[in-house]
Every structure is written in structure tokens, then in C-alpha cells.
């Protein structure tokens, strides 16, 4: 387990007010073009925001965003205005480790906002993590695993090129568990490809796919037994969000592998229509989509009370979402599906002194007070928006 016993002067324990809040656009090119079904992205952007106590410390969040407003309603501009204008005034004064009441105070002050309120309430962490020495995951039920597993998401749309980043991965024992993101071409053009990788990595690796909501109800229908005999392990929303019925109809058929779902979850109410209906065999948790750590332990525990298994989402954090992410992910008794927070490594730099490491195909949780990364300053000047 990493060492939770740093401590720190007393004096820096004694004011948890929130003093201020501050928010910064950022755009960070990756190492190679990434598609989606509905985008495709060679920067990502983020708030980074930085909430300082009167007692000092100063605790980071990052809320993420993937193509500007285009994978779900919020963009960094849409973001950076709603925390400076309603986010950060609700809270100003508030004591940082008054979590609950800091997220009540946000959703009275803007509807949903999910992301920008996550990448707030990760700073809260961070702030009172760092006041009392001690990792976030401890604020949050305390840490169950030191590392998590990790996969590695190929979206370049080019088989070879990916054939070849997928050689790289397992070689390097980094990831030997493949996402491809599907749906930005003809469905058959995607099972060619599909092919040409499942007979590429034959018994050294495992796939997954994500449509991010490309296909109907009836393309899946023909598409998803296809998949499974090509041995993915889970496809990912293959429906539009709205579809819950469609998911729970194709779950039912025989021949349809286990199925994930993503933008069709958000809060807890939508984890909890996803289970009534039997819609979904695992659910990814993002703090995007959840509206922060808190909110993320509720969409899991809805899950896990209704047998659904738990997959370690992302958004093309950096370290510092990333890292957040973690915080909580190790809080789990049980993740099934690991976690796919490969982010930092396709970043063609990261935001934090120290960025997280990857080894023996796992991502491995810091052991510094808070969320457990620190913000490089010149770093964030770099990549900040004029
Ligand atoms: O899952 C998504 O929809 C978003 C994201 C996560 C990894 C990736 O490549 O895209
Ligand atoms: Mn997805």
C-alpha cells in the first residue's frame, strides 16, 4: 500500500475555507490522431482548476472534454464560464471538507455541469488531502488495490498502423488489453478491420470495442454476434444513449457479447433505469458523467446492487484526471474490467511534475497526499489558452 503517513505542520490543518478558485483552459496535442464514431481529436482540452484554502494548500481538479462539445454537452469555454460565474461563488467560504454540502451548493447554483463540477469537487479532495497528509482514497472508503489494470484504446482507424501500436503496447508489457473505437466507417468496414486485429493479436491479447452510439437497434442486431465470434470481450454503447429499451432487447439475444455502458449513464437515476431494465452487463464510471468522486461511488454502488460490473472509464484525462480517477477506483471491492486511463501516455506531454507509471500492464496510484500528482506550473503556461 502506498505511505499515507506524511504529515504536515499543524497550522496548515487550521482553515479549510475555501478561499478561491481558479480555472484555466488548456489544449494539449496528442502523439496521433484520435477517432471516434462522432469526432476525431489531435488536441485535448481541459479546465484545470486550482481551489486554494485559506490554511494554503491548494488542491487541482481537470475536467476533460473529447472534441469540444460533440461526446457530451460541455466544452472547456462553456465550462471555464459556469465555474467562474456560478460554480466558484457558491462555495466561496464553504470548509473544504464538507464535501456533500459543497456538491448541494453546486447543483443549486447550475443543472448538470457534471464535469465541471467533478473537476471542483477532485480539487476539494486534493485541498484537504494535502492538509492532512493523507491520499483522497482515504476521504473515500480507503484503498483496496495500489494499481489497477490498464488497457490501451487503438483509434486511428488505420489496421496496420494499429497492428503496429498494439505490438508496441504489448511488447513494452504496458497494455495487453485493446479498445477500438468503432462507428466512424461502414459497419462492415469496421469488422474487416475488427478481423485483421483479432487474427494480429490471436491468444496475447484482449479486445474490446466502442461504438460510441453509432449503430440502430438493427444494425447491432446483425453486428454483435459478429463480434462475439471474434472473440470481443464487451462492446461498449453500441446504441444511441437514449436507447436503453434497444440495449435491453439486444442483451437478451443469444449470440450478443457483454455490453458496456457509457453516455447512456450519467447519474445514479440513469444507473438505476439501466438495471431495471437489464440493460447492461458492466458501466462506465467517469467523473465527467458522475459529477465528481461522490457521484461516482453512487453510479457504482447502484451497479453493484444490481450485479453490474465495474469498468474504470475515461475521457483522455492526463495525470491529473486520471489520477483522480484512481483515487477512487482503488476504493472498490471489486473493478471487473479494470480501468482504461491510458490517457496521460497519448498526451504528447503531460500537466504534473511527476506523471503517473505504467508498468507491468497496470497504472499505478501515486502515494503523495490528495489525489496524488502536483500541477507543473510552467507546464500549464505552456498549453494554456491565450
Ligand atoms: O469511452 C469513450 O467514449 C471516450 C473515450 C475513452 C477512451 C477513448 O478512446 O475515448
Ligand atoms: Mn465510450
Redesign the pocket.
Known amino acids: 500500500m502506498p505511505d499515507s503517513t506524511i504529515t504536515i505542520p499543524a497550522d496548515l490543518r487550521r482553515d479549510l475555507a475555501i478561499e478561491s478558485v481558479r480555472s484555466t483552459i488548456v489544449d494539449v496535442p496528442t502523439v496521433r490522431r484520435h477517432k471516434l464514431s462522432q469526432t476525431s481529436v489531435t488536441a485535448q482540452s481541459y479546465v484545470i482548476v486550482e481551489l486554494r484554502l485559506a490554511n494554503g494548500a491548494v488542491g487541482i481538479g481537470e475536467a476533460a472534454t473529447l472534441g469540444g462539445p460533440r461526446w457530451s454537452e460541455e466544452s472547456v469555454e462553456a465550462m471555464k464560464a459556469n465555474i467562474d460565474t456560478y460554480l466558484a461563488p457558491a462555495l466561496i467560504g464553504l470548509a473544504a471538507d464538507r464535501f456533500e454540502a459543497a456538491g448541494a451548493r453546486m447543483d443549486a447554483a447550475a443543472k448538470r455541469n457534471n464535469a465541471a463540477k467533478a473537476a471542483i469537487e477532485t480539487a476539494l479532495f486534493d485541498a484537504v488531502g494535502k492538509t492532512l497528509g493523507i491520499p483522497a482514497a482515504l476521504l473515500l472508503g480507503g484503498m483496496v488495490r495500489d494499481s489497477v489494470p490498464v488497457l490501451w484504446t487503438l483509434a486511428s482507424g488505420d489496421p496496420d498502423q494499429e497492428i503496429e501500436e498494439a505490438e508496441r503496447k504489448l511488447a513494452a508489457r504496458l497494455h495487453d488489453t485493446f479498445k477500438v473505437k468503432i462507428g466512424a466507417q461502414a459497419p462492415e468496414a469496421d469488422l474487416a478491420r475488427l478481423r485483421r486485429l483479432a487474427a494480429a493479436l490471436e491468444g496475447r491479447a484482449r479486445l474490446i470495442v466502442?461504438a460510441?452510439q453509432a449503430w440502430d437497434e438493427t444494425t447491432a442486431a446483425r453486428c454483435l454476434p459478429q463480434l462475439a465470434e471474434l472473440g470481443i470481450a464487451l462492446v461498449?454503447?453500441p446504441v444511441p444513449a437514449w436507447n436503453i429499451g434497444a440495449m435491453a432487447r439486444l442483451r437478451a439475444r443469444p449470440g450478443t457479447p457483454p455490453l458496456l455502458a457509457?453516455?447512456c449513464v450519467f447519474d445514479a437515476h440513469d444507473m438505476l433505469a439501466v438495471a431495471q431494465a437489464a440493460a447492461a452487463d458492466a458501466v462506465?464510471l467517469k467523473l465527467v458523467k458522475h459529477g465528481g468522486l461522490l457521484g461516482l461511488k453512487k453510479v457504482a454502488a447502484v451497479a453493484e446492487a444490481a450485479g453490474i460490473g465495474l469498468y474504470g472509464?475515461c475521457l483522455l484525462e492526463s495525470s491529473i484526471g486520471a489520477a483522480a480517477h484512481l483515487q477512487v477506483f482503488s476504493t472498490f471491492r471489486e473493478l471487473a474490467w479494470g480501468c482504461e486511463h491510458f490517457g496521460p501516455q497519448i498526451l504528447v506531454d503531460d500537466l504534473v511534475e511527476e506523471p503517473l507509471r505504467f508498468a507491468d500492464f497496470q497504472v499505478h496510484l501515486p502515494s503523495r497526499p490528495g489525489i496524488g500528482v502536483t500541477l507543473d506550473q510552467a507546464r500549464l503556461r505552456r498549453y494554456a489558452r491565450p
Request: proline share 0%; glycine share 12%.
Open positions: 466502442d460510441n461498449e454503447q457509457d453516455e462506465s472509464g
